[in-house]
Nanobody, 123 residues
Framework: QAHLAASGGGSVQAGSSLRLTCTVSGPTLNMNVFSWLRQAPGKAGEFVASLIWGGTWTEYADSVKGRFTISRDIANNTVNLQMMNLTPEDTGIYSC????????????????WGQGTQVTVSS
């Protein structure tokens, strides 16, 4: 089972950009789906972006479309989240997780989640 670790968070001003990195240790399969989950204080967790390891499928929450881009670096075994034009509503702990397939992802059945990284956006 893959082990995941998120990094790259920080405190920034609104309008800034950040790049988060999820380092994946262990076996991955082309059908695996990797996602970034955002947990804001007092709110339910939100899936902000997802991709399939071995293809081009991606999925974004409406709240981040056009501002966030998820990508993978196969050589370095990382899943990255480029975040642009950040707003205070983007504040939260960002964690990365892996599901076996798209079907598991759609059922929100995730095998493991890595330790998150804090993103704080001030106005």
């Amino acid at each position: 089972q893959a082990h995941l670790a998120a990094s790259g968070g920080g405190s920034v001003q609104a309008g800034s950009s950040l790049r988060l990195t999820c380092t994946v240790s262990g076996p991955t399969l082309n059908m695996n789906v990797f996602s970034w989950l955002r947990q804001a204080p007092g709110k339910a967790g939100e899936f902000v972006a997802s991709l399939i390891w071995g293809g081009t499928w991606t999925e974004y929450a409406d709240s981040v479309k056009g501002r966030f881009t998820i990508s993978r670096d196969i050589a370095n075994n990382t899943v990255n989240l480029q975040m642009m034009n950040l707003t205070p509503e983007d504040t939260g702990i960002y964690s990365c997780g892996v599901a076996r397939t798209i079907a598991y992802h759609q059922r929100r059945e995730y095998g493991s989640w890595g330790q998150g990284t804090q993103v704080t956006v001030s106005s």
